[in-house]
């Protein structure tokens, strides 16, 4: 399994930029997970769902509001409001990384950083995040669970369609 603990101390999740440009990628979740409030979802890496909930169950974190579907566990967020985030030291994988992205490969279960070209953050990305996020995807590559990525992997793949526009992080 994972270690969260140290990917959330190795991912500072410096880029908060979304409320600026007024567009949050997570709030794009809300319709597909049934929401009726405004607020976003982001979905979980594998393990990370039992992670978080032991820290809410545990007092160490905020209650937020998780979801399990098509086979994905998603945590409420911020919905982009991050100048008045009261999750922001309690953020997921997805959160830290944003805009970038942990892309799974179905088939082999190697990951692979990538960001989105339409995103217009994506050329604001600081050095310490590209650096932070290189280090997190290799140790995912090293002692990740294969079959359990490569599940993700297609559950994401169905969940949001086929990864478009975006490009690899070298």
Request: hydrophobic share 35%; charged share 25%; proline share 4%.
């Amino acid at each position: 399994m994972l270690n969260y603990n140290w990917i959330y101390e190795n991912l500072s999740g410096e880029m908060a930029g979304c409320q600026h440009y007024k567009k949050c990628w997570c709030k794009k979740t809300i319709k597909e997970l049934g929401w009726a409030d405004d607020q976003g979802g982001v979905p979980l890496f594998p393990g990370e769902f039992e992670h978080l909930k032991k820290l809410q169950d545990d007092g160490h974190t905020p209650n937020r509001r998780f979801t399990y579907k098509n086979g994905l566990w998603f945590i409420e967020t911020c919905g982009g409001n991050h100048k008045q985030c009261m999750y922001r030291e309690h953020r997921s994988m997805m959160c830290r990384l944003f805009p970038l992205q942990i892309v799974v490969d179905d088939k082999t279960g190697l990951c692979t950083l990538m960001i989105s070209q339409e995103c217009p953050l994506c050329y604001k990305v600081p050095e310490k995040t590209l650096k932070e996020a290189k280090v997190v995807v290799k140790m995912i590559n090293i002692i990740g669970n294969v079959g359990d990525l490569k599940k993700f992997a297609k559950r994401m793949n169905a969940f949001y369609g086929k990864i478009n526009n975006f490009k690899e992080i070298k």
